[in-house]
Each structure stands twice: as C-alpha cells, then as structure tokens.
C-alpha cells in the first residue's frame, strides 16, 4: 500500500492535494485495495456545494457500494469524467488517473485538520 508524503488524508480513505484553494480528491490505495474491482462511480457535478464530512458520492465494487466524504466544504469545480467509463482508474492508478473531483475550498485553513502521511499510516496499519 502507498501514501505519498505530499498528499493529505481522512480517516474515510480520502486523499487531498492541495493547490492554493483548490483542492484534488480521491480515495487512497488502502480504500481501493479494501474495495476490490470498481465498477461504477457517482460524483458530484461541477457547482456543487459539498461540506466537509458529509457524503459527496458512491463507489461501487464488486464487493459492496460506499460512500466517498468531502475532506473539505467548497464547490467541485471539475470532476473526473474519465471515471464514467473507466472506474477502474480508480485501481490501478488512486493518486493520479483515478482523481474524483477538484473543490474550491470555502477556508484554506480547514485543510490544517486533514492528516499527515505518517498519521493515516497509523491509522491504516491499527485497521
């Protein structure tokens, strides 16, 4: 399982990659892992509100469906629209090809509450 050191994290599986105000979001190697085979993917449309914490799409695999959280309050400014016909991005590449969606972040500072790298290990590593 990877978790690269420039990225921040949820203790739902989300990935944050922070760009000024704008964030990138998707679910981490564990998640995927945990998951299996991914065959669909329900994201948020460009515009809308999502809060932190609260659902902001499905991933379903062949093992079960969950829910993917916003790490952060903002507005999805783009969603990754390869994922319509290619879920199993989300596989084979979690921190690249596999994105979900871009926020534009409501309060930059909210992202100090996301985790570091060694914390989701811990987290991962006591699951």
Known sequence: MTTPDNLKYTSDHEWVQADGDVVRVGITDYAQESLGDIVYVKLPEPGEKVTAGDPMGEVESTKSVSE???????????????LDSQPELI?????????????????PASLADLMDPEAYQGLTESS
């Open 68 to 82: 993917v959280y916003a790490p952060v309050s903002g507005t999805v400014s783009q969603r990754n629209e390869s």
């Open 91 to 107: 596989n084979s590449d979690p921190y690249g090809e596999g994105w979900m969606v871009d926020i534009t972040v409501d309060d």
